[in-house]
């Protein structure tokens, strides 16, 4: 397995991509200081010098400080969200699998209904209809809209499991369901579930990116998103000030390139016939 981990120059190279946007967040009070983020730290809209070395927006905000500290927001709501939703996932896709019947049955059903509902529309509307928001409070809002996809995937997994030789002599031993669960399917669901975690932790980004540019994510603290609802806000574009609105669409671009990389590291590892070295 290790040599399988240090081969996957996938999971290598997406590793090592969130590392550095990890150091680089963590530069937030040490390059760059936390008032600097806050409106009128600087003269507005000034491109980069060596006071401010990725300029300021239109409210004198250092854009620097304000990927130091928004990144680090970001993060933290796709990583929230991604845990929640995939704990929750895992649980209910384990029953299911395991147990199958009307429990399968169930729980199907509920996830299947959830997945119709269209879930960026309904966060649109509760962030909209909610006047202020934290970061906590937007990851458990998009929790609550992750858990569909982990489901259905733990449970596929289960179903093929269950059937597998050393469950039935578990089960013909007198071994309970829940440990039969805990200690024989879900250790071999952890690529799986990784794999999983990894995309929910992707999408949740993603979502909170959407909601903030909208104007419907927090507004008390920096984040990627935030930083590029006020420059489509005030025109960046249209007034050329790059410094403002091509940082922030790079760390994005970084952010999901590192997850996908993960995401697919993964996938090689928990699906052999995608393994191109032994």
């Keep these: 397995m290790m040599r399988l981990i240090a081969d996957n120059k996938h999971l290598s190279f997406g590793t090592a991509i969130i590392v550095l946007l990890l150091v680089f967040s963590m530069g937030g009070g040490v390059v760059v200081t936390r008032d600097m983020a806050d409106v009128g730290a600087g003269r507005p809209s000034k491109p980069p010098t060596l006071e401010h070395l990725l300029g300021t927006d239109q409210q004198g905000r250092d854009v620097l400080a304000d990927l130091m500290f928004g990144t680090p927001a970001s993060l933290k709501i796709g990583l929230i969200a991604g845990v929640l939703g995939v704990f929750f996932g895992t649980i209910l896709g384990l029953v299911a699998g395991y147990f199958g019947g009307f429990v399968d049955a169930s729980i199907r059903l509920v996830t299947d209904v959830f997945l119709t509902i269209p879930s960026l529309l309904i966060l649109v509307v509760v962030a909209s209809l909610v006047r202020v928001v934290s970061v906590e409070e937007m990851a458990l809002l998009i929790a609550a809209l992750s858990w569909m996809w982990p489901t259905r995937a733990v449970r596929a997994q289960s179903l093929t499991i269950r059937e597998r030789m050393y469950v039935q002599v ?15 399917l879900l250790p071999n669901l952890l690529p799986y579930i990784a ?6 932790i992707s999408g949740a980004i993603l979502v909170s990116i959407g909601l903030s540019t909208l104007g419907l994510g927090p507004q008390n603290e920096p984040s990627l998103g935030l930083t590029i609802y006020w420059a489509i806000y005030y025109g960046a574009l249209i007034r050329q000030l790059w410094w403002w609105f091509m940082p922030p669409i790079f760390i994005i671009v970084l952010l999901f390139m590192g997850l996908f990389l993960i995401s697919s590291g993964l996938d090689r590892i928990a699906n052999p016939r995608l393994r191109t070295t032994i």
């Design 195 to 200: 794999a999983s975690l990894v995309g929910t």
């Design 170 to 184: 578990a089960r013909f031993s007198g071994t309970s369901h829940w440990r039969i669960i805990v200690f024989e």
